[in-house]
T-cell receptor, first 113, second 116 residues
Framework: QQQVKQSPQSLIVQKGGISIINCAYE??????FPWYQQFPGKGPALLIA?????SEKKEGRFTISFNKSAKQFSLHIMDSQPGDSATYFC????????????FGRGTSLIVHP | SQTIHQWPATLVQPVGSPLSLECTVE??????LYWYRQAAGRGLQLLFY??????ISSEVPQNLSASRPQDRQFILSSKKLLLSDSGFYLC???????????????FGPGTRLTVL
């Protein structure tokens, strides 16, 4: 019940294309869904986050789509660039508790020039 | 502004040797602190978290331990390292009194540990 399933494990996209990463969860107590971007040898950095009271959040080329009934959320990277090549983690948090995020296993994104 | 530091950045240790990794946070008080381990090409495994000085919760039983001697200092230790302890160790913090809608977790730069 605490799992967050992330797919795909790896993704290769051409420059200018759209990258889509999907996550699914089971625990309905989750109410905060952040995405992290991690470059090799660096710590993860918060990219964008959403609460279930909205179905979409956009920040620049990055968009989160959230489907509460399906218990799914996804990250869309528009006009993907080689500099977007990184590992992306989704997470889910029940913020009313001890704030222990449940992370997906990560997606390695490679954007070819 | 808040910053999080970890040291050392890299460490190579022989099997059976002790370990001490340090994490400090600046610019905030009474943060929640976390230790994660990330194996090569794998996800984030929560090891320990702390909501205050001397308060440590362990998520995974193993030969590692954590301590929080000061409000903004978190230490990861081992008495005898195993080969399986190799990995990328990440410290993270969260503002414990943060507004619900700005709640997030921030990660440090990490320590790459290789046990030979």
């Amino acid at each position: 019940q605490q799992q967050v399933k992330q797919s795909p494990q790896s993704l290769i996209v051409q420059k200018g294309g759209i990258s889509i990463i999907n996550c699914a969860y089971e625990n309905t107590a989750f109410d905060y869904f952040p995405w992290y971007q991690q470059f090799p040898g660096k710590g993860p950095a918060l990219l964008i986050a959403i609460r279930p009271d909205v179905s979409e959040k956009k920040e620049g080329r990055f968009t989160i789509s959230f489907n509460k009934s399906a218990k799914q959320f996804s990250l869309h990277i528009m006009d993907s660039q080689p500099g977007d090549s990184a590992t992306y983690f989704c997470a889910a948090v029940a913020s009313g508790g001890s704030y222990i995020p449940t992370f997906g296993r990560g997606t390695s994104l490679i954007v070819h020039p | 502004s808040q910053t999080i530091h970890q040291w050392p950045a890299t460490l190579v240790q022989p099997v059976g040797s002790p370990l001490s990794l340090e994490c400090t946070v600046e610019g905030t008080s009474n943060p929640n602190l976390y230790w994660y381990r990330q194996a090569a090409g794998r996800g984030l495994q929560l090891l320990f978290y702390s909501v205050g000085i001397g308060q440590i919760s362990s998520e995974v039983p193993q030969n590692l331990s954590a301590s929080r001697p000061q409000d903004r200092q978190f230490i990861l230790s081992s008495k005898k390292l195993l080969l399986s302890d190799s990995g990328f160790y990440l410290c993270a913090w969260r503002a414990s009194g943060g507004l619900r809608r700005t709640d997030t977790q921030y990660f440090g730069p990490g320590t790459r540990l290789t046990v030979l």
